[in-house]
């Protein structure tokens, strides 16, 4: 980074070098009211447990706020704050400028302090992006935002939102007699827009909890390299997705081996593909059909056999088509689209 | 001044959430055909609902008008006609969103009223988990698998017909069996639901339950701060950062045990919970990891030991567990205590053993819900075989 960014040192997070090496301290615990086998819970966790002792979190409301904060009652052990729904932005950039500047001030002792603003992708990716924007053009303010992903408002018991997917139940696209598909819109692309229009933003990844070391170590690596980052996490949420909270890990798993969830990590500008999707990509593994991960939720019992096989097509055009694979959807050629009839 | 009838409808947040809607409101439709007036509503307070914490939903029906706003007067009733617990496992206590500490699953039943219950256990089962009560009470079993569905996708298996047709019995002055067959046939357009409704109608038969039968336990509450006694800018206290585990043995310390929430134990929360076989256990670190809700305490030699005031019972890590039958879910209505599994396993190694293996053996099925497109289909017929028993 150019030598004008009045960057203050952050805490040397090296990666857990196996899962073994995991450190057994909780930093957020039990006794949150969230739904069985709820994935967004286990980001909280992971996130508290890769960032350690020396945090301050901050959460725009959601279920991550209201689940973990019912009636004065917590399962935090970090300091949190709640913070308003588009928020998670202006949180972070605030909360990493103040303890600048009291330590500047001699008014705390100079230490390098993690600043995490989490928000859901209600919070994040449809109100939040602007304020989240900003932040990322800011070098100067040491802080992570973390957007975790369980496609739609799910905390007001499901509402679609940008992220929710094609076609999918939620309580605003109820599928009816007449109209099959009541969603027609794509799921936004946050990582990669992040990633895409930020050069002061040194780290954007997206993870999966299903692949829980890798997730913490990008938390890790983000919370080190200094200035504002953004992580995407992918929570299969039992509740809105409709599914037994059994296979909550196993969907997870099936959203990136289907290609429909790519992992990666841009640092620098550099764009590297992680984990399975890398393997993917390189052709080590062949994807599995998106109808696998489909037919194992009810958000999607709907679908016809056209309908799954649209939703394969644009998966693939997303890895075939895409200049930058997964990542970021400029194509050399216009294309048709023709979703079935509804 | 008219007579009050009211039903509450206690259930699975989210799991059966669209079952008690139809419930209530079908409640409503029967009385209606009788002349009566009502109104079917759910808790305000256990909304948002989330998956497996316990909700109620409510039914009010009065003989008029003015009875009905009287009774509606009030945010919700203080006492029931009838209570309709649609999983057996939440006779164990109520622990919703909407209030602290346990409920007795009878509290609000009138003395005399109808405890009705969807299990397949026997009434010794279930009169062993409900709380003791001052009055007695009837109750009445519901034979059948429990049915939990999701959001989107209902599993029509006929548990809400059949428990309409348990109420005309019950009840027979809110509705008799013929208004709810015409309530349901209006609603669900399905001559089938309305013979299943009779055939429970037929079946339905009821004990009394005494004071002196029951759980003795005096449900567990916790006193909260009121909003005038919180402290500036509403701070909460975070939870302690937790401590090592001792060893009930021999003493030594180590592993980790995290602080929780105090004030929200997970007892009435599962409706299954993990066995875990210490001897067969690889240390792999799964379950503990992936576990949402941290519910597993690190032992001393590195073991996972489930705590029960933390499991929500989701069963992902039985799930995760690459070990046969390491870690394996078994239904609530099998256990008594909420002990901690690993100091039993180091009393009594070959003890646990044979517990274990007990448990283990013929866990009851219990579906939680969409794992696959076509399997409520599959479910469906056994499930109305079971309710047809005898």
Same mark, same amino acid.
């Given at each position: 980074?150019?030598?004008?960014?009045?960057?203050?040192?952050?805490?040397?997070?090296?990666?857990?070098?196996?899962?073994?090496?995991?450190?057994?301290?909780?930093?957020?615990?039990?006794?949150?009211?969230?739904?069985?086998?709820?994935?967004?819970?286990?980001?909280?966790?992971?996130?508290?447990?890769?960032?350690?002792?020396?945090?301050?979190?901050?959460?725009?409301?959601?279920?991550?706020?209201?689940?973990?904060?019912?009636?004065?009652?917590?399962?935090?052990?970090?300091?949190?704050?709640?913070?308003?729904?588009g928020?998670?932005?202006?949180?972070?950039?605030?909360?990493?400028?103040?303890?600048?500047v009291?330590?500047?001030?001699?008014?705390?002792?100079q230490?390098?302090?993690?600043?995490?603003?989490?928000?859901?992708?209600?919070?994040?990716?449809?109100?939040?992006?602007?304020?989240?924007?900003?932040?990322?053009?800011?070098?100067?303010y040491?802080?992570?935002?973390?957007?975790?992903?369980?496609?739609?408002?799910?905390?007001?018991?499901?509402?679609?939102?940008?992220?929710?997917?094609?076609g999918?139940?939620?309580?605003?696209?109820?599928?009816?007699?007449?109209k099959?598909?009541?969603?027609?819109?794509?799921?936004?692309?946050?990582?990669?827009?992040?990633?895409?229009?930020?050069?002061?933003?040194?780290?954007?990844a997206?993870?999966?909890?299903?692949?829980?070391?890798?997730?913490?170590?990008s938390?890790r690596?983000?919370?080190?390299?200094?200035?504002?980052?953004?992580?995407?996490?992918?929570?299969?949420?039992?509740?809105?997705?409709?599914?037994?909270?059994?296979?909550?890990?196993?969907?997870?798993?099936?959203?990136v081996?289907?290609?429909?969830?790519?992992?990666?990590?841009?640092?620098?500008?550099?764009?590297?593909?992680?984990?399975?999707?890398?393997?993917?990509?390189?052709?080590?593994?062949?994807?599995?059909?998106v109808?696998?991960?489909?037919?194992?939720?009810?958000?999607?019992?709907?679908?016809?056999?056209?309908?799954?096989?649209?939703?394969?097509?644009?998966?693939?055009?997303?890895?075939?088509?895409?200049?930058?694979?997964?990542?970021?959807?400029?194509?050399?050629?216009v294309?048709?689209?023709?979703p079935?009839?509804? | 001044?008219?007579?009050?009838?009211?039903?509450?409808i206690i259930?699975?947040?989210?799991?059966?959430?669209?079952?008690?809607?139809?419930?209530?409101?079908?409640?409503?439709?029967?009385?209606?055909?009788?002349?009566?007036?009502?109104?079917?509503f759910?808790?305000?307070?256990?909304?948002?609902?989330r998956?497996g914490?316990?909700?109620?939903?409510?039914?009010?029906?009065?003989?008029?008008?003015?009875?009905?706003? &009287?009774g509606? @007067?009030?945010?919700?009733? +203080?006492e029931? *006609?009838? #209570?309709?617990?649609?999983?057996? %496992?939440?006779?164990? !206590?109520?622990?919703?969103?909407?209030?602290?500490?346990?409920?007795?699953?009878?509290?609000?039943?009138?003395?005399?009223?109808?405890?009705?219950v969807?299990?397949?256990?026997?009434?010794?089962?279930?009169?062993?988990?409900?709380?003791?009560?001052?009055?007695?009470?009837?109750?009445?079993?519901?034979?059948?698998?429990?049915?939990?569905?999701?959001?989107?996708?209902?599993?029509?298996?006929?548990?809400?017909v059949?428990?309409?047709?348990?109420v005309?019995?019950?009840?027979?002055?809110?509705?008799?069996?013929k208004s709810v067959?015409?309530?349901?046939?209006?609603?669900?357009?399905? &001559?089938?639901? @309305?013979?299943?409704?009779? +055939?429970?109608? *037929?079946? #339905?038969?009821?004990?009394?339950? %005494?004071?002196?039968? !029951?759980?003795?336990?005096v449900?567990?509450?916790?006193?909260?701060?009121?909003?005038?006694?919180?402290?500036?800018?509403?701070?909460?206290?975070s939870?302690?950062?937790?401590?090592?585990?001792?060893?009930?043995?021999?003493?030594?310390?180590?592993?980790?045990q995290?602080?929780?929430?105090?004030?929200?134990?997970?007892?009435?929360?599962?409706?299954?919970?993990p066995?875990v076989?210490?001897?067969?256990?690889?240390?792999?670190?799964?379950?503990?990891l992936?576990?949402?809700?941290?519910?597993?305490?690190?032992?001393?030699?590195?073991?996972?030991?489930?705590?029960?005031?933390?499991?929500?019972g989701?069963?992902?890590?039985?799930?995760?567990?690459?070990?046969?039958?390491?870690?394996t879910?078994?239904?609530?209505?099998?256990?008594?205590?909420?002990d901690?599994?690993?100091?039993?396993w180091?009393?009594?190694?070959?003890g646990?053993?044979?517990?274990?293996?007990?448990?283990?053996?013929?866990?009851?099925e219990?579906?939680?819900?969409?794992?696959?497109?076509?399997?409520?289909?599959?479910?469906?017929?056994?499930?109305?075989?079971?309710?047809?028993?005898?």
């Amino acid at each position: 980074m150019a030598t004008y960014v009045q960057i203050d040192p952050t805490q040397k997070l090296d990666p857990f070098k196996a899962v073994k090496k995991i450190p057994l301290e909780e930093y957020f615990t039990s006794g949150h009211r969230t739904c069985q086998g709820c994935e967004s819970a286990l980001v909280m966790k992971m996130m508290a447990k890769a960032a350690g002792p020396r945090t301050i979190v901050l959460g725009s409301t959601g279920c991550m706020y209201v689940a973990n904060t019912t009636y004065y009652s917590t399962s935090w052990v970090l300091p949190w704050m709640h913070t308003q729904l588009g928020s998670s932005g202006s949180a972070a950039l605030g909360a990493s400028a103040a303890l600048k500047v009291l330590m500047r001030k001699g008014k705390m002792k100079q230490e390098p302090i993690n600043v995490i603003a989490f928000c859901g992708d209600g919070g994040g990716a449809d109100m939040g992006v602007g304020a989240i924007s900003a932040t990322l053009t800011h070098p100067d303010y040491n802080c992570l935002i973390l957007m975790y992903d369980n496609e739609s408002y799910a905390n007001t018991d499901i509402q679609l939102s940008g992220s929710t997917p094609w076609g999918a139940n939620t309580t605003f696209s109820t599928p009816g007699k007449v109209k099959r598909i009541m969603h027609r819109r794509w799921k936004k692309n946050m990582a990669g827009m992040m990633a895409a229009g930020h050069p002061t933003c040194r780290y954007v990844a997206t993870v999966c909890m299903s692949y829980g070391l890798a997730a913490m170590n990008s938390m890790r690596k983000a919370l080190a390299i200094g200035g504002p980052t953004f992580i995407h996490s992918l929570d299969p949420c039992p509740k809105g997705w409709d599914y037994d909270p059994y296979i909550s890990h196993e969907l997870g798993e099936l959203a990136v081996n289907t290609g429909i969830w790519p992992l990666y990590e841009v640092e620098d500008g550099v764009l590297k593909l992680t984990g399975r999707t890398q393997q993917i990509a390189a052709k080590k593994i062949q994807r599995q059909p998106v109808r696998d991960y489909l037919l194992r939720q009810g958000r999607f019992a709907h679908f016809t056999n056209d309908d799954i096989d649209y939703f394969q097509s644009k998966i693939d055009e997303m890895w075939e088509k895409w200049l930058v694979p997964g990542v970021i959807p400029f194509r050399t050629d216009v294309e048709a689209d023709a979703p079935p009839s509804s | 001044m008219g007579r009050l009838f009211a039903i509450e409808i206690i259930y699975r947040g989210i799991f059966q959430k669209t079952m008690a809607g139809r419930l209530s409101r079908a409640i409503v439709l029967a009385a209606h055909h009788e002349g009566k007036v009502g109104i079917s509503f759910g808790r305000y307070g256990d909304s948002p609902e989330r998956n497996g914490i316990p909700a109620k939903g409510f039914a009010i029906v009065a003989t008029d008008e003015q009875t009905l706003q &009287e009774g509606m @007067a009030k945010y919700e009733p +203080k006492e029931v *006609d009838v #209570t309709i617990c649609v999983d057996d %496992t939440l006779c164990k !206590g109520v622990e919703s969103w909407a209030w602290y500490g346990l409920q007795p699953v009878n509290r609000l039943l009138k003395p005399g009223g109808t405890l009705i219950v969807t299990s397949r256990e026997g009434p010794e089962a279930i009169i062993a988990m409900a709380h003791r009560k001052d009055t007695p009470y009837q109750l009445s079993i519901l034979k059948g698998t429990v049915s939990f569905s999701g959001l989107w996708v209902y599993k029509d298996d006929h548990t809400d017909v059949r428990i309409l047709g348990a109420v005309a019995k019950i009840l027979p002055e809110l509705f008799s069996l013929k208004s709810v067959q015409r309530a349901i046939v209006d609603e669900w357009h399905d &001559e089938l639901k @309305a013979t299943s409704a009779a +055939k429970a109608y *037929d079946r #339905t038969t009821s004990i009394t339950v %005494t004071p002196d039968q !029951g759980n003795p336990e005096v449900p567990y509450k916790f006193d909260l701060p009121k909003w005038h006694e919180m402290g500036e800018g509403i701070a909460i206290p975070s939870i302690p950062a937790g401590h090592k585990m001792d060893d009930p043995k021999s003493h030594a310390e180590g592993g980790f045990q995290p602080d929780r929430n105090p004030t929200f134990l997970k007892f009435s929360t599962r409706t299954m919970r993990p066995v875990v076989n210490f001897d067969t256990c690889i240390k792999c670190t799964l379950c503990w990891l992936q576990c949402p809700d941290s519910c597993f305490d690190v032992t001393p030699e590195g073991l996972y030991d489930a705590n029960m005031k933390a499991c929500c019972g989701c069963g992902v890590c039985e799930a995760v567990c690459p070990v046969k039958e390491c870690v394996t879910m078994v239904n609530e209505t099998e256990f008594k205590g909420n002990d901690s599994q690993w100091e039993d396993w180091r009393k009594d190694k070959d003890g646990y053993k044979v517990w274990l293996e007990e448990k283990i053996k013929h866990p009851p099925e219990r579906s939680h819900g969409f794992r696959y497109r076509g399997q409520y289909e599959e479910q469906i017929p056994e499930m109305l075989e079971i309710a047809q028993e005898k």
